[in-house]
């Protein structure tokens, strides 16, 4: 099933977000959610780390579904029919986290978590939401919302939102370090792992054995990071990042998911030296991407072609120095042209980020990685969220932003989930 899966946020809608340099109104406080851990627990668990969160993309139009179900995954969920959640929340209002062997699916219009799924003896790390066809539940195909999460025991579990069932995909022998969906592709994922195995494959639901591999990325070293990518001319590229700071970058064909090497980014040629923590894409072979204990995020673009090839690095963005590793970004194209960008800290605050388009151009002003640094612009960002940092000092793993720029959720290693809202 193909169409556009990616949202565009505009950049009149996440004005309200930029409106003061720091986030301390008591308006804007958030409310905080301790899910992950045992349910007997409650809010004295704050040792269980939430490592991820992703909003729901958009609505379906469905009828109510079944009541929530175990899957072939030996996972189970409880809560309230997820047909019946989605169709009283707002538009984007459900967020999925991810934490310990629980993931939380929130809606942020009534501030109350509505579905829990537990994997016994799983951590997981990371997470992916499509739309795509499946039978499960059904006597014929249709559209679902589907979350692919995995972590620590290198299996991905498969969630069908709308009925709540979920099933398992192996492949990976350790933990996974990415996991992404396809921006058209809808049922192509993306996943790696720290050994370097990176895959992509067509997902079959509801039998997820039937998956064709479409292709394989050897990574040099471990897979620390790996994303899909716009490439030039309307392309869709896969990048993978290591733990010695190269990155590689494949082109996908858009039918078959046969993959050739780009490029490979290594030594003087690559923006980082060391581990290469998450790389995001921003546009044409551009990317914000941060390298271990550098004290910075990087936003560079890939320019030249075969043995000439360098990277230009557009911008630094203000970031504190750290060897915390999984602190994972987030970003939006803007239909200026520009980006924003939003990346959690060390110390539990939230740095929200405009990379104006002038810095994503490919005839803007730039330096190679080579150059001194004094030519590349730094970025302080536009807003400091630390409303939550004052209480709970602890690393923040991601942040989201809804389509519709309503809700901004973060999640942190005190088993802490927070929601602002405007």
């Known amino acids: 099933m193909e169409g556009e899966v990616g949202v565009q946020i505009d950049s009149v809608v996440h004005s309200r977000w930029f409106s003061a340099a720091r986030c301390d109104a008591p308006e804007l406080k958030s409310p905080v959610f301790r899910v992950h851990g045992a349910q007997s627990t409650g809010m004295l668990d704050d040792t269980t780390q939430v490592w991820c969160c992703a909003f729901l993309p958009s609505p379906l139009h469905h009828h109510d579904g079944s009541a929530a179900s175990s899957g072939k995954s030996g996972g189970k969920s409880s809560g309230k029919s997820s047909a019946a959640v ?3 929340s707002g538009a984007g209002a459900i967020v999925a986290t991810g934490g310990g062997e629980v993931i939380n699916f929130i809606d942020c219009s009534i501030m109350k978590p509505v579905q829990r799924f ?3 003896g799983e951590n997981f790390y990371v997470m992916s939401w499509t739309e795509m066809q499946t039978r499960a539940g059904q006597l014929t195909a249709k559209a679902s919302h589907v979350l692919a999460a995995g972590g620590l025991t290198g299996d991905i579990q498969l969630i069908d939102y709308e009925q709540m069932v979920a099933f398992r995909l192996g492949g990976h022998s350790t933990y996974l370090t990415a996991i992404e969906f396809h921006p058209t592709q809808r049922s192509w994922l993306l996943s790696a792992d ?4 990176v895959l992509l494959r067509n997902i079959a639901l509801p039998d997820p054995d ?3 591999l479409l292709s394989q990325f050897d990574a040099v070293g471990d897979a620390t990071a790996a994303s899909f990518t716009q490439r030039p001319f309307g392309g869709v590229g896969v990048a993978v990042g290591d733990n010695e700071g190269r990155i590689q970058v494949w082109d996908v064909a858009t039918n078959t998911g046969v993959s050739k090497c780009a490029y490979k980014l290594n030594g003087k040629t690559s923006p980082h030296a060391s581990l290469v923590d998450n790389i995001v894409c ?6 914000v991407s941060r390298g271990m204990d550098e004290g910075r995020l990087t936003v560079w673009q890939a320019v030249g072609a075969g043995s000439s090839r360098k990277v230009a690095v557009k911008a630094h963005l203000s970031w504190p120095k750290s060897d915390t590793y999984g602190m994972l970004l987030h970003a939006f194209p803007q239909s200026d042209g ?3 960008v939003a990346a959690g800290c060390p110390n539990g605050e939230i740095f929200l980020y405009h990379v104006p388009a002038a810095h994503l151009s490919s005839s803007s002003s730039s330096s190679s990685s080579s150059s001194s640094s004094k030519k590349v612009p730094t970025l302080a960002p536009v807003r400091t969220i ?3 940092a004052k209480e709970y000092p602890t690393p923040v793993r991601q942040v989201a ?3 519709d720029g309503k809700y901004l959720v973060a999640v942190n290693d005190s088993n802490l989930v927070s929601v602002w809202g405007h």
């Open 401 to 403: 932003l809804s389509a």
């Open 338 to 340: 520009g980006a924003v």
């Open 386 to 388: 630390a409303d939550v």
């Open 86 to 88: 989605a169709s009283s």
């Open 118 to 120: 537990t994997c016994p």
């Open 194 to 197: 720290v050994q370097g195995r």
């Open 282 to 287: 921003l546009g044409d072979d551009t990317y």
């Open 210 to 212: 039937k998956s064709v």
